[in-house]
């Protein structure tokens, strides 16, 4: 264990609680060093105890409770949470914004080798260890000058160690949750979601949900403190056994590496910087939280999806008409199939045997195959919870591009020995072509409807424009032409409620038909 009067050495790392912090994307921590602002006395003003641990663990954020609000109530700043909006990102693609809700799921490994905190009047009065240097800027510099040269916050307490965290950012469905997200990349990373490759060359890499490749996922990887390098073994598979095979091993042996050459803060319990300034001048403080929480402010309304990724549609989830329709072209067919197949038999059956054996053996194969294939799609539309439509409707284009291919078949002379297995799997192509069909229409409902309720959320947003746009701009307008525009509207707006009076009238009446 590291001893706490070794820590004092390095005073670097004992004074990373005499600067401010500055909030970056980059970091594991989402902070990163600013400028100097306080002169203490190690041996006095702060407490420095040893407490070595590992921890492993993941922490879930969807809209509801974001990441970066997870970051601010960690750091004892919920109500800045705002400032981190933009480092601890919802979004999958940093540079566009996504109509997609999000989820996001932070694998976190800690290795606390010391903890420091503030005491005496250096914790109670700051602002009376604050320096000249730091006077000077806050009298001298903007705000936006304070913000890049010196920091935003201040640190009261702090761990010194090492972090490593894994992020992962992906588009959701309204059936995602923490169990179902969190199986799912334990499913791929292992049970610390720490597992799988990393790249040593770059930490941030886009790609495809496992689950629904038509969602979208950002991973990204940061480490700091020791030995980081140890982290790229986790998952290896070269043929041999690895000796740290998993995350925890790997914590462990990397933990050893951390001393006070490259140990890091993170852990932070924080206060705004404002708050010190204010100490000392009440105006540049007030000038600077009104430029932080604005800027804060935007940053947090980057990301505001309005809908959910569509949910692949099951077939268990098909409208009673579509699935009647499906088991009912599979029980017509299979009894058909069934019919051509005794057909057939009859013939071998007869003194017709001796002369089109070939031909009556390769007709009643193929209708009974046809039977068998009718019966296993049944008990998939009845039996098969799990299976969506569209992988359904991938089984059956290449059943069918089989039974065509089958259907080409030119055996014996002049092709007789095929020509009634030909006909048989003809019909049986036209038996799946009409189930796909049926399928297809059901799949294009679902986006039309996914589309639809678009355009209702595009309606509410353009009323609120429209009631924002006359808050601001009646007062602007010219007495005569502020009442012909006020008419005007007073007609417009009855029209549009009367249409949705009348459309909600009938939305309620469907939910009671239900009931």
């Known amino acids: 264990m590291t001893d706490s009067r070794e820590i004092l050495i390095n005073e670097s790392v004992v004074c990373a609680i005499c600067y401010a912090y500055k ?63 933009g480092a601890a990102s919802m979004a999958v693609e940093t540079t566009e914004e996504s109509k997609y809700h999000t989820v996001r799921v932070d694998a976190i490994g800690m290795c606390t080798k010391n903890c420091l905190t503030s005491r005496g009047s250096f914790r109670t009065h700051p602002q009376d260890f604050v320096t000249e240097d730091f006077k000077v ?18 640190a009261i307490k702090l761990q010194l160690g090492g972090m490593v965290k894994r992020s992962f950012v992906m588009e ?14 334990q499913a791929a990373f292992g049970k610390e979601c720490l597992g799988g490759s990393f790249s040593a060359a770059g930490s941030f890499e886009t790609g495809r949900r496992s689950s629904n490749k038509n969602a979208k996922v950002r991973r990204e990887w940061r480490a700091q403190g020791g030995d980081i390098d140890l982290w790229f073994k986790v998952g290896i598979d070269n043929g041999e056994k690895s000796v740290l095979s998993s995350a925890m091993e ?9 001393n006070t050459t490259n140990v890091y803060p993170f852990d932070f319990e924080l206060r705004p910087l404002w708050e010190l300034i204010a100490e000392f001048d009440e105006k540049k403080a007030g000038e600077y939280r009104t430029y932080l929480e604005a800027k804060w402010n935007n940053e ?20 009673d008409a579509s699935k009647t329709f499906l088991l009912n072209t599979c029980r017509a067919h299979k009894t058909a199939m069934v019919e051509e197949a005794a057909t057939a038999q009859s013939y071998l059956d007869s003194v017709m045997y001796l002369v089109d054996r070939k031909c009556y053996k390769r007709w009643r194969k193929a209708a009974e195959s046809g039977k068998e294939e009718a019966t296993e799609i049944r008990d998939i539309v009845s039996r098969d919870q799990d299976i969506t439509v569209e992988e359904l409707v991938e089984q059956l284009e290449n059943r069918s591009d089989h039974r065509f291919a089958q259907s080409q078949r030119y055996l014996g002379l002049w092709g007789n020995d095929s ?23 059901d799949l294009t409902s679902q986006v039309s409807v ?35 525009n006020i008419v005007k509207a007073i007609g417009q707006v009855k029209s549009i409620q009367e249409s949705l009076s009348g459309f909600l009238q009938r939305l309620q009446s469907e939910v009671e038909k239900e009931e």
């Open 250 to 258: 790997i914590a462990r042996e990397w933990a050893k590496t951390i």
């Open 419 to 441: 020509k009634d297995s030909n006909r048989i799997e003809n019909l049986n192509k036209t038996f799946l072509d009409k189930l796909i069909k049926r399928l297809n229409m």
């Open 23 to 85: 909030v970056d994307s980059y970091s594991p921590t989402y902070l990163t060093r600013g400028d100097k602002i306080f002169a203490i006395d190690v041996e006095k003003d702060i407490s420095i105890s040893s407490n070595e641990t590992i921890d492993m663990k993941l922490q879930y954020s969807d809209t509801n409770y974001t990441a970066a609000q997870w970051a601010a109530g960690n750091m004892k700043v919920e109500a800045q949470y705002r400032a981190f909006s």
């Open 137 to 154: 800027a806050v009298r001298e510099l903007t705000v936006e000058e304070l913000e890049n040269k010196v920091g935003v916050f201040y």
């Open 172 to 185: 959701a469905t309204e059936e995602d949750n923490e169990t179902k997200v969190t199986s799912e990349l």
């Open 300 to 319: 947090g309304s980057r990301h505001l999806p309005t809908m959910y990724l569509p949910t692949k549609l099951r077939v268990e989830q098909l409208a």
């Open 450 to 484: 996914e589309e639809w309720h678009v355009d209702l959320e595009e309606c509410e947003k353009q009323v609120s424009e429209a009631v924002e746009w006359f808050d601001e701009n009646i007062c602007c307008m010219q007495t005569r032409e502020r009442q012909k």
